[in-house]
């Protein structure tokens, strides 16, 4: 297989997974748990001296190309494995690259930190463990980038796309709704900016995404 993905799926493994299986490719899922210490390991090491997952190996005829950070990961998979045909996820126009590539840098910088926040304390940590006043805060500040990106929804659908950087889902779409599923069950921000929780919704209804995690009720 050309490619070979470390990670699980609970984690920011997702993203290229996500990626992988929404081109169709095939491609060999190592299964690396970094809470049992996998990341840890010699030879895990070796791929990645971070000791943090993903890790992507792409195979290639001329040698192999590791790539780390999960966007870095995505983007590479979309950008190096998956049709240009403006039907893909891959970009095919130099405007959908650049969307593709702006909006995920935004993410990270702009989202993924408090979103992260009220994942565990809303939701993933033990009851006994959770700092409310630190997700409420976080929530807060989460209106500012969510703002933006509404508004940016608002613009696209005004130009008939219904989608970051084009009509269809693309990469862009995949990189930014991997961050903010992580927020998808706080009713209260989601009720806030109704474009970001449609276009959300539309995004974890796709088959690949559906396959990779179980369905949710919202």
């Known amino acids: 297989m050309a490619l070979t993905i470390y990670g699980i799926q609970a984690s920011r493994a997702l ?61 590479y998979i979309a950008r190096q494995h998956g049709p240009a045909d403006g039907r893909s996820i891959t970009p095919a126009t130099p405007r959908e690259d650049a969307e593709a590539l702006r909006w995920s840098f935004w993410v990270m910088t702009e989202v993924e930190k408090d979103a992260l926040t009220v994942l565990m304390h809303r939701f993933a940590m033990a009851p006994e463990e959770r700092k409310p006043e630190l997700a409420d805060k976080a929530e807060q500040r989460l209106h500012v980038p969510l703002r933006v990106l509404e508004k940016h929804l608002a613009a696209q659908q005004a130009r008939g796309e219904a989608h970051l950087a084009a009509e269809r889902f693309t990469v862009a779409d995949l990189c930014v709704a991997s961050v903010l599923l992580w927020v998808r069950a706080t009713r209260e921000l989601m009720e806030a900016f109704p474009l970001v929780y449609a276009w959300l919704h539309a995004c974890l209804a796709r088959p690949a995404y559906r396959a990779l995690r179980p369905p949710r009720k919202d």
């Open 15 to 75: 993203r290229p997974l996500w990626a992988a299986t929404e081109l169709g490719l095939a491609f060999e899922h190592v299964q690396t748990d970094y809470r049992v210490g996998a990341t840890r390991a010699s030879d895990f090491l070796a791929l990645n001296p971070n000791g943090r997952i993903p890790v992507v190996v792409d195979h290639r005829p001329e040698g192999e190309v590791i790539i780390w950070e999960s966007m870095a990961c995505a983007l």
